[in-house]
């Protein structure tokens, strides 16, 4: 379930290809709780975990099926990670 969406493109006009980052949700937000204890039970739930040369549709469809809160980056493809 995705609980924030956040566009850090350079080139927002670009959809066919993006690089989307999850994230457990708040884990990066600036002044946001901690994660939750029952998130933090999976190594997958607090490490990031990263698609290439995906679309815009389907980030968001990938970040929707996962089942916890996730906030979803999305960078331009090929650009390094900030």
Known sequence: MIQNLIDKRDRPGRWRTVRAVLEPAGQGAVGAEPVPAYLLACD??????????????????WAS????????YLHDDGAEPA
């Open 44 to 61: 997958i739930q607090t490490a990031p975990i990263e698609r290439e040369a995906i679309s815009v549709a389907e980030a968001v469809r």
């Open 65 to 72: 099926a996962q089942p916890w809160p996730v906030d979803l």
